[in-house]
C-alpha cells in the first residue's frame, strides 16, 4: 500500500513539475526532487527513467550531488507556496481544513528553508 501511495505521489508530483517548466511562477525543481524521492522508493524503474531524462534529469542529478538548490528557484517554490495557501485558505470554507492546509504549506517553506541555496 505505502507504494502505490508515494507512486501516485511521485506520478502527481511529476506532472506538476512538467507543468511548472511552461507555467510561470509554478516551481519545477522541488517537484521534480519529490518525485525522485518517491520514485525511489516506489519504483526502481521510473526512478532510474526521471533522473536519466533529457528534459529535466540534470536538476534532480544536481539536487542529489550538491543536495542543493538554486536560490532563485527556492524563492519562487516559497512564493508560490504561499501564494497557493492564501488562495487555498480563502477558497475553502471549513476551519479544519484551512488549518490543515496552513500546516501543510508551512511544513512545505520550512523544509524549503532547510536545503542548501545555490548562487
Known amino acids: 500500500?505505502?507504494?502505490i501511495l508515494l507512486f501516485s505521489f511521485g506520478t502527481i508530483s511529476l506532472g506538476l513539475g512538467v507543468i511548472g517548466i511552461f507555467v510561470p511562477g509554478l516551481p519545477t525543481t522541488p517537484f521534480l526532487?519529490?518525485?525522485?524521492?518517491?520514485y525511489l522508493k516506489?519504483?526502481?524503474?521510473?526512478?532510474?527513467?526521471?533522473?536519466?531524462?533529457s528534459l529535466f534529469g540534470q536538476k534532480i542529478k544536481i539536487y542529489l550531488e550538491k543536495k542543493s538548490i538554486p536560490l532563485k528557484t527556492?524563492?519562487?517554490a516559497i512564493?508560490?507556496?504561499?501564494?497557493m495557501l492564501c488562495f487555498s485558505i480563502l477558497f475553502i470554507n471549513k476551519v479544519y481544513l484551512k488549518i490543515i492546509v496552513l500546516v501543510?504549506?508551512?511544513?512545505g517553506i520550512f523544509v524549503l528553508t532547510k536545503i542548501?541555496?545555490?548562487r
Open 1 to 3: 500500500m505505502a507504494k
Open 33 to 38: 526532487i519529490l518525485s525522485a524521492t518517491c
Open 42 to 53: 516506489s519504483s526502481k524503474k521510473f526512478y532510474n527513467w526521471l533522473i536519466n531524462n
Open 74 to 76: 527556492k524563492i519562487k
Open 79 to 83: 512564493i508560490t507556496v504561499v501564494i
Open 104 to 107: 501543510a504549506g508551512l511544513i
Open 116 to 118: 542548501k541555496s545555490e
